[in-house]
């Protein structure tokens, strides 16, 4: 498995409001510069599908491979290869503490991490912030 990156952020705003805004994929694009569109079929539920579509590229398919009161982690494949974003959120003093990854495995994902790697790594932190702000109910 490669790390392709990680985010943190830390925020007033209940873990709820994450998951919220995670369960509404059709909003995703607000917060996400790298999306279109995302449409889910059927209930946010570890083990539902769905398909989104990154700007410039063509339609990817994803699985809801975990669903926990602190975990979302979805799964694309790719060909060769499976990236997958976990998004982690912790309560502690101070606040919500929301970490995203993003990481690639299988026989081709050097040849991924050469073609997604260096956007993904530049986009992930700007769009949990820009989540951040929208489950705070501020303009992003």
Do not use: C, Y
Not at 64 to 87: I, N, P
Not at 89 to 111: F, K, M, N
Request: net charge negative; no cysteine; charged share 20%.
């Amino acid at each position: 498995m490669t790390i392709i990156a990680t985010a943190h952020a830390t925020s007033d705003a209940p873990p709820s409001a994450f998951f919220a805004r995670w369960a509404d994929m059709a909003t995703w694009p607000e917060w996400n510069t790298d999306i279109e569109w995302v449409r889910l079929e059927g209930p946010f539920a570890e083990g539902a599908t769905g398909t989104l579509r990154p700007k410039g590229g063509p339609n990817i398919r994803f699985v809801v491979a975990r669903l926990t009161d602190r975990e979302f982690v979805d799964v694309s494949r790719l060909l060769g290869a499976r990236l997958t974003f976990a998004h982690e959120v912790t309560v502690a003093e101070g606040g919500t503490t929301i970490t995203v990854t993003v990481s690639i495995d299988g026989p081709l994902r050097w040849l991924w991490t050469r073609i997604l790697g260096a956007g993904l790594a530049g986009s992930v932190q700007p769009d949990l912030d820009a989540l951040v702000a929208v489950a705070e109910g501020v303009a992003a």
